[in-house]
């Protein structure tokens, strides 16, 4: 009878040990945050329009940063500058290169309150490790004024199905 309660016991131990793993099991969309500051005497002696070089996302380069959401991710991308009187502004975001199908429907412009770009959500529909480069287009704002030179960066986006 020892065993028997002993063996239950063990029994209840393994199966809530699995049920708690599966409760850490992330599936619940979020809003990703995702920062860089420019550099702006790096910009203006920036041979060309490909900024991408001079932008690390939380602390990676943007060349090897990948954001990895899931459906619902709100992907909110902020580049602030090195001086106060100048805003990094989006002005468009294109595909690059990867999924062209997640582009097309599985994700769909964010703006702020202003209607300025700032990020992209995941839409229902996408696969899981569907994967794609794109392009953010972005202008300077000096002093409320949008300046005419457009600058690139290129970041990537890859779906998973749970954090």
């Known amino acids: 009878m020892k065993a028997l309660k002993g063996l239950i016991l063990i029994a209840t131990f393994i199966l809530m040990s699995c049920s708690s793993d599966e409760e850490k099991i992330d599936t619940t969309p979020m809003v990703q945050d995702v920062t860089a ?7 203006n002696n920036l041979a060309g329009t490909d900024a991408t070089g001079l ?9 090897e940063y990948t954001t990895e959401a899931i459906v619902g991710d709100e992907i909110i991308y902020e580049v602030t500058t090195t001086s106060s009187n ?36 995941v ?3 996408v696969n899981e490790d569907d ?17 005419s030179e457009v600058y690139t960066i290129d970041p990537k986006i890859k779906i998973k199905s749970r954090r």
Request: hydrophobic share 45%.
């Open 123 to 125: 839409l229902e529909g």
């Open 55 to 63: 932008i690390r996302f939380n602390g990676i380069p943007a060349s």
């Open 86 to 121: 100048t805003i990094v502004r989006f002005v468009e975001f294109h595909f690059s290169s990867g999924n062209e199908e997640l582009w097309a429907n599985g994700l769909e412009s964010v703006l702020d309150t202003t209607g300025w770009l700032v990020g992209l959500e």
């Open 131 to 147: 994967e794609l480069k794109f392009d953010i287009d972005f202008q300077l704002e000096v002093d409320g004024q949008l300046q």
């Open 37 to 43: 500051t420019l550099d702006l005497d790096a910009l």
